[in-house]
């Protein structure tokens, strides 16, 4: 093989570790920060694990305790307990599947869907002042290099009733 080709193939390859990285270093960075301004509001009680079941649910109607479970990484006894403290909030409803009768369907409630979008909301206004201190111009290649990372890693092999479109608050 030509030494300039091998050379750029090599060069290439480092990009991508060093890329790849970088993700690895930025993406938690960002998940901390984002779950401490959601722990700063006072609009909100909720731990991230049940503001994430509520913007899975958001997107994902009807699905069984199990899947969420699925989705989250715990225990479907864990998720259970979860849940029932969204029920008792009236944020998620809980019902029996009349066709299976030992699975148990979960969606979200208007109160549960006005909660998150509060939450997003107040979050989202948050993380725009942290950004204030850049360009349009950087701001502009970031939306452009997270709409490509979205599309690069959007699947990754998981069953899609299991993957949240928007990405919001889910670290998974």
Known sequence: MNSSISSSIASSRISHHICANRILDVVPAVMRCIHAEVRQQKSTCLT??????LDFLK??????????????????????????????????TR????????????????????????VLQETGDRLADKLEQITLEQILQLINGLGELHQIFMDCGLDPRLVNPTGRLSSR
Do not use: C, F, W
């Open 48 to 53: 991230i694990p049940q503001l994430r079941s």
């Open 95 to 118: 019902t029996v599947d009349p066709n299976l009768k030992r699975q148990v369907i979960l969606n979200l409630t208007a109160a549960g869907e006005e909660h998150l979008h509060q």
């Open 59 to 92: 997107t994902n109607a009807g699905v069984s305790l199990a899947e969420l479970a699925d989705y989250l990484g715990i225990s479907s006894a864990s998720t259970s307990t979860m849940i029932e403290r969204l029920v008792q909030k009236e944020l998620v």
